[in-house]
């Protein structure tokens, strides 16, 4: 068999949890027809590799059996291939696989890849290894003319620049009128800037100006919350406007925040990265996935993005709770956690570290300091050490186990089914969690029981 | 989060400027800048730098009151596998398939049950973070409930009191944390029994009655006469746990009851005791009913029914108006007969064993009301002689069964004969009459179906496919051989999950149903038997 590159790996790949195989899911839908097809009866001739390959046959409605390989090891995260029809992605006779495969070997032995899944193994690492290799000799087509390169991009940001002058001006008609109007005027308005700045090609400042048109009826206090984000996207323009006077890294900051497209730059980090919680959110158009992990080594925390068009789950998934060994590459600009992932040396696999955690105080503290890189930034993540869940009137906090202090929970995870697990497993008990701490308030995203035990996700 | 103290020289700026923005710089001139054009920029210059100061500026707020913490929970946890299951039935939890076609893949849900009782026969404590999805289920199938309630413990009883949601698992639970008082508490089962809600006496009593009977009924006659009426039906009802001759004096008093629903209960259980004084009432008044006229051929029975409801029969439990449709007279009469020791017959009407005392006829079309009174008699007394007999045997050809007696009353009888030979009886029954009327029979057998019985099962859905039927006309048999066929059954469908090729006169694609139907059998059995291996609890660690 063509040897992909696994190094020296030899280990073999951990079997996930069923939680973690159904949260790959792309809806609920998907989740329920998986966990049908997580059980023997209609698999035929399933098996894995060593190197994180699972395949099977699986009965359908028709006479031939459905085709079925899941690729656990590769660098983007879990591939699939299925020669059902279905849409979705992954299809629910992936997920019933990976769920078959979490109950051990009984169910789905070590074997040798029949055909069907080698031929699709060895086209997918080959295309792999082109890409490793096209990335490695640098240039890349886009950068086949630097000079019309250079000039489609001083277009596009003379463009912005309109486009944020405009903003400006916006900003400044609303603020001699007074907030009081807006609350009539409102939405339209903001909606069509908003039009107005993607055509500019900034797609930053266009989603902050839509969030200006939800403020007014997003409940009390709405002119305190309208105030500072009008003032938040004025500094974002000056910024842009005068972004040749920043420093580097703020430059960058306001690139990024503005939506100009950036790429990692960093040196990889080459680390026992902990995945410490991947949730959805989604809008009409677009999903959005977001991964935190930790570096146990380096004491780093990185966020990984991904992106799937409406209804389709992005692609890359990993486990919550496992630890994997790979490089990730840092995105540039101040106060940034966004990374990505690069070439991966060993499968997820169980781990007894947790990320160290810190108390209520120290966790606004950080959220404070990192505003000194990044003044737009919501919230940073932060791991709580020995809270207690608390229940506050209508709201929830976290309170320090050993202090008397604690942090309010978000609007948003006061109205997730996590809070429930998270009290559940605290049981009034000190517990360990993973949140995003900001202005906003806490959002508990996993969390640890006190004694040893495995990671719960809650979002 | 909160905002530390502003120092004390400096102005409200923040406040000021949303004052300002609030009302436009036309109208009020932000703090620190002249009035002009050039205004509303300086207003969002201040802001700004107010909204990032005032975000680095955040602490955590003081904390609220902390909860008690949950009650310990001692159970061993569960295997991880078995987590894992837990995980998995639980997450099919949220939608019913409805009346969709139902495929090769098993109804998790409809395991679940079991699953709980498994678990809870091992005595597994429920993993923390599991416990919000088993209280939504548990709040969903009511039926779900206890097993559910159970499995998920004292914390789950500690969470419920902070969501309103749950709220239903504390009135399920009563005495909040399982915390009843143990029998030999005497002095905290006094203080409760004084001084609880009536739930919460309920469940004492019947505690209490499950461990020492005659401490419960002790305890109820020292407050008797106090409690209301709708209360003392209720206290009554759980003496039927443990029911003994010790119960009479304090029954035959509640036949004097101001309550009439009362006094019926009170001799309902009265008449279950063949040696109370009620039963022997009520057979001396049964005895001036029936007689054998020995002078037809064969023997057979005379019924004359009672005249009319005197006053000892009223206080004897004997309901005197007739529900719309009925005599008067058989009312009475089945009454009677009900309530009469079965023993009395075997000795009235000649010395005969049960069997030849139902075989005798009767005359003048009372058979039906003699048959269905016995029927009860039966039950009630738990008479497995008698049962038998009425039963009869179960490969009689007549489509109504033996006895006469209909399908209700036969599971009824079942139920009174040990799980063995009520596995046989049904085995008989649906080896002679198919599975059409057999589905409230299954109700009734013990789970997993004992090895006949399975096997009769699985013969007679072979035949039903042979037939040319349509699976789902077996929907309900299927579903429930699905969940309660032992698992090392699974092997016998192997030749019958294949695709078979259709008879001539079957129903078109009926042998692609079938097959479809066959393998979710084995699939569930499978899985049965898979969860079953994962809930054994793991070797002693060396």
């Given at each position: ?301 990185a966020l990984l993005l991904s992106y799937g068009a409406a209804g389709r789950a992005p692609e890359l998934a990993l486990p919550v709770g496992l630890a994997l060994e790979t490089e990730v590459s840092p995105y540039p600009g101040a106060g940034q956690f966004r990374s990505a992932l690069g070439e991966r040396f060993s499968p997820p696999a169980t781990t ?108 | ?322 529900p719309a449709g009925r005599g008067e007279r058989s009312w009475w009469f089945g009454q009677l007969v009900e309530a009469t020791p079965l023993a009395t017959w075997t000795g009235r009407l000649g010395a005969r064993t049960p069997q030849e005392i139902v075989a005798l006829p009767v005359a003048d079309d009372w058979q039906s009301e003699l048959h269905a ?170």
């Amino acid at each position: 068999m063509a040897g992909p590159s696994f190094g020296d790996m030899t280990q073999q790949g951990e079997r996930w949890a069923a939680d973690q195989v159904l949260a790959l899911a792309p809806d609920a839908a998907s989740r329920k027809a998986g966990s049908k097809l997580g059980t023997a009866g209609p698999w035929s001739e399933a098996g894995c590799s060593d190197e994180g390959t699972v395949w099977g046959l699986c009965k359908g409605s028709g006479s031939k059996p459905y085709q079925t390989v899941v690729d656990l090891a590769g660098a983007e995260g879990p591939a699939y291939k299925c020669s059902c029809p279905s849409r979705k992605f992954p299809c629910k006779h992936a997920l019933g696989l990976l769920l078959l495969w979490t109950g051990g070997d009984g169910a789905v032995p070590r074997a040798e890849p029949p055909e069907f899944a080698d031929q699709w193994l060895a086209t997918r690492r080959g295309r792999a290894e082109r890409k490793k290799q096209e990335a490695s000799s640098g240039s890349g087509s886009a950068s086949a003319d630097p000079e019309a390169a250079r000039r489609r991009a001083e277009r596009r940001a003379e463009r912005i620049s309109a486009g944020a002058t405009e903003l400006e001006q916006r900003l400044a008609d609303l603020l001699r009128g007074g907030l009081a109007g807006a609350e009539a005027s409102g939405h339209e308005l903001w909606e069509e800037t908003a039009a107005r700045m993607v055509d500019a090609q900034a797609p930053g400042l266009a989603a902050r100006a839509r969030e200006l048109g939800s403020i007014p009826s997003s409940g009390p206090g709405w002119p305190v919350r309208l105030l500072e984000e009008c003032a938040l996207l004025h500094l974002l323009d000056q910024g842009w406007l005068r972004r040749e006077q920043l420093p580097d890294a703020l430059a960058a900051t306001v690139r990024s925040r503005t939506g100009l497209p950036a790429s990692p730059e960093g040196p990889a980090v080459r680390d026992q990265w902990l995945v410490l919680a991947q949730y959805d959110t989604a809008d009409a158009r677009l999903t959005t996935r977001r991964i935190w992990l930790y570096g146990a080594g380096s004491d780093r925390t990185a966020l990984l993005l991904s992106y799937g068009a409406a209804g389709r789950a992005p692609e890359l998934a990993l486990p919550v709770g496992l630890a994997l060994e790979t490089e990730v590459s840092p995105y540039p600009g101040a106060g940034q956690f966004r990374s990505a992932l690069g070439e991966r040396f060993s499968p997820p696999a169980t781990t007894e570290t947790r990320p160290p955690g810190v108390d209520t105080a120290r966790a606004a503290a950080r959220y404070g300091e990192a505003l000194r890189d990044d003044p737009w930034l919501d919230s940073v993540p932060v791991t709580l050490d020995r809270v207690i869940p608390v229940q506050d009137g209508d709201g929830w906090q976290l309170a320090d186990a050993d202090g008397d202090t604690a942090l309010p929970l978000s609007a948003v995870a006061r109205n997730r089914p996590g809070l429930w697990r998270l009290v559940a497993l605290s049981g009034g008990a000190p517990v360990t969690v993973f949140g995003e701490c900001g202005h906003r308030g806490f959002t508990p995203l996993t969390a640890w029981p006190a004694e040893p035990g495995a990671a719960v996700p809650l979002c | 989060m909160t905002r530390p103290p502003a120092p004390v020289s400096a102005l409200p700026v923040w406040e000021e400027l949303v004052t300002a923005a609030l009302l436009g710089t036309e109208r009020r001139t932000p703090p620190g800048c002249a009035p002009g054009p050039d205004a509303p920029t300086r207003l969002l210059d201040a802001a700004a730098l107010e909204t990032v100061r005032r975000r680095a500026s955040l602490r955590p707020a003081r904390s609220a009151k902390r909860p008690a913490p949950a009650p310990a929970d001692h159970r061993p946890p569960l295997p991880t596998a078995a987590a894992r299951r837990l995980a998995l039935l639980l997450a099919d939890r949220s939608g019913v398939a409805g009346g969709g076609r139902r495929g090769t893949a098993p109804d998790l849900m409809e395991l679940l049950p079991q699953w709980l009782a498994a678990a809870n026969g091992h005595g597994y404590a429920a993993p923390a973070e599991s416990l919000p999805a088993l209280l939504d289920a548990a709040r969903g199938r009511t039926d779900l409930r206890p097993a559910a309630l159970t499995f998920a413990g004292p914390r789950a009883l500690w969470l419920a009191r902070l969501n309103p949601d749950w709220r239903f698992a504390l009135r399920a639970a009563p005495g909040g944390d399982g915390a009843l008082p143990r029998p030999e508490e005497a002095e905290r089962v006094r203080r409760l029994w004084d001084e609880g809600l009536f739930a919460e006496r309920v469940a004492l009593l019947a505690s209490l009655r499950a461990r020492r009977p005659a401490d419960a009924r002790e305890l109820l006659a020292g407050t008797w006469s106090a409690e209301r009426a709708e209360d003392r039906l209720m206290f009554l009802d759980s003496l039927r746990t443990g029911l003994g001759p010790d119960d009479e004096p304090f029954l035959e008093q509640a036949l004097a009851d101001r309550s009439r629903n009362v006094r019926a209960t009170a001799a309902e259980l009265l008449s279950a005791l063949p040696g109370s004084a009620l039963a022997a009432r009520m057979a001396a008044r049964a005895l001036t009913c029936v007689s054998v006229d020995r002078s037809r051929v064969p023997a057979t029975i005379v019924v004359e029914a009672p005249h009319e409801c005197d006053a000892g029969m009223e206080r004897d439990g004997v309901v005197p108006k007739p529900p719309a449709g009925r005599g008067e007279r058989s009312w009475w009469f089945g009454q009677l007969v009900e309530a009469t020791p079965l023993a009395t017959w075997t000795g009235r009407l000649g010395a005969r064993t049960p069997q030849e005392i139902v075989a005798l006829p009767v005359a003048d079309d009372w058979q039906s009301e003699l048959h269905a009174a016995w029927c009860r008699a039966a039950v009630r007394q738990r008479d497995s002689a008698w049962a038998r007999a009425l039963l009869g045997s179960p490969t009689v050809p007549e489509a109504g069964g033996p006895g006469a007696v209909s399908l209700a009353e036969r599971a009824k009888l079942l139920g009174v004969l040990a799980a063995g030979e009520r596995a046989e009886w049904v085995a008989g029954f649906i080896a002679t009459h198919g599975l059409s009327e057999a589905f409230q029979l299954l109700g009734v057998c013990a789970v997993p179906w004992a090895a006949p019985l399975g096997r009769a099962v699985v013969d007679a859905l072979d035949i039903a496919r042979d037939a040319g039927n349509y699976p789902w006309s077996f929907s309900g048999v299927m579903g429930l051989a699905e969940r309660c066929l032992d698992p090392s059954e699974a092997g016998r469908f192997d030749g019958l999950s294949a695709m078979a090729d259709e008879p001539e006169d079957a129903s078109p694609g009926a042998g692609g149903y079938w097959a479809e139907a066959f393998q979710r059998m084995v699939t569930t059995l499978r899985l049965r038997a898979t969860m079953a291996e994962e809930l054994a609890p793991a070797p002693a660690p060396r």
